[in-house]
Structures are given as structure tokens and as C-alpha cells.
């Protein structure tokens, strides 16, 4: 129940804090787990949601932020306690060296299995939404890119990123190496977030190091610690810079010459692992 003032429904709360003192914290009766996240963060004196937890008796406090506080089962007069959260950073996690590194990579992410299942997920939507992935768009005919993309021998990009970011609805931001910049599939869209690094001819997963995969498109904390990591590899060079620069191959040595090289050698040997020789 909540109580009125005036004309405005409240939420009154006790919440008590990690070293024991205790708040009266009055929100509207429409407040979500985020708002009252929030409130709590404020009074901890800590400049994240992440670095709390919240518990209380027979209330589910741990799900989405942006549920109401009363359909997790808080109530006015409801008893709040607030807990600490270790520290917590973004890591890289480094998948194979193969040309399904893409899809590798959205399925530790999404929880959505091997690669050969995620390929086939987006064959069966370019062939499903024609009018949506038109010749235009993916530079072959609908159906024959869907058989290009089955075949594990071909790269995933912004098309596979798409789709896939519908399938799982989730919003996958991957974070250019070299320019570091955010590319957000689909720039707007009310879902969880995952992050993914992109070096010019590798993605890896981000991933938090107590395993968490996706986050809040709030949680600020995650998307800065994922461009920490793009700005740490940048900073080391560690990116193909593929707009008609000579790079070579690292694994086996060969010189070559823009992303057609590199593609062609990638497909060809399974390296790729490449390094730039010229600016």
C-alpha cells in the first residue's frame, strides 16, 4: 500500500545502510528498483548503482532497474538494506583466431550457442525480411547471402550485428579499436546492453569479471570500463588499420596490403592476427 499526500501517492521506506544507519526515503508510488537504487547509492556515498546491492524481506530487488517497486513486492513501510559490491572491472575475453569470431563472440554474450546456430539465425532472417535486407543492403541477393553467411569460412559485420541484436534483443555495442568509437546495433532500443571490441578484423567480447554479460544502458560504469580497454588496446597498437595501409600477418610473416589482402589471407590460412607496418 502507499500512502497519499496531498495528491500524491508516496512510498515511504526505511533504508538502512551498510554501516547501520538507517533513512526514511519517501518516493512516489510509481518509483522503480532503479530510482530507489539511486536513492540508496546517494546516501552510501558511492557514485554507482553497481557498487550496491539491496535486499528485503519478500521483495525480488535484484531483477530489471526499471521495475516498479511495488510489482517486485515493496510496499510503504518496507525495510530496505543496503550492501556493498566489491569493485568491479571490464575484461576482454579473446575468442578464437577463426572467421567466426563475430558470432563466437555474441553467443558467450547472449547466451546464444555456437556459431554455426547464430549464422543460421541471420540466414533466416535475410530470408524472411527481404524487404528489410535487399540487395542494397547486404550486396548479394538475399538468397544468396544467405548462403554466404552459413558458410563458417566468411566474416560476420554491422548486418549479422543487427540481426542478431533483434534475435536476442539485446542492444551490442561494438567499440572500434582504432577510432575508438561506440557503434550502438540498433542505436536506440529499450533492451539490456552488451559490449564488444572490434580491432579491423577482430571482435572479442567484454564481459564484467564476475561474468555479468549484459547491463543496464545506464550502468556507465560498464560502458567506460569497455572503452578503457578499447583506449589501453589502441594505446599498444593493437588494431588493423585495413584503408590501404601495409600491414603484416604476425603469424606467418606475409606482407600485405589493405583489407583485401587481409581478407583474402585470413580465409585462406585462418590467421588473424595482423599488425600495421607503414602509417
Known sequence: ASERTGRTRTMLLKVVLADG??????LGASATVGELAQEAALLSGVESIEEISLTA?????SGPR????????IASGTVVRVGKQPKRRMVRRAGEADNSCLFAAVGLLCGGGPAKRLRAVVAEAVAA?????????????PAEYARYITDPQHWGGSVELSILSAHFRTQLVAIDVLNLRAHHHPHAADWRRAYLLWDGIHYDAVVRDDGQTTFDQADDRAFDGAMDLASEANRAKQYTNLAGFAVQCLTC????TGQADCVAHAQATGHTNFGQTGN
Open 129 to 141: 525480411e527481404p524487404e528489410t535486407w535487399t540487395e542494397a543492403v547486404l550486396g548479394k541477393p
Open 21 to 26: 544507519k538507517s533513512h526514511r526515503v519517501s
Open 66 to 73: 526499471k521495475a516498479s517497486l511495488e510489482s517486485v513486492g
Open 57 to 61: 524481506v519478500g521483495a525480488q530487488l
Open 253 to 256: 610473416g606475409q606482407g600485405l
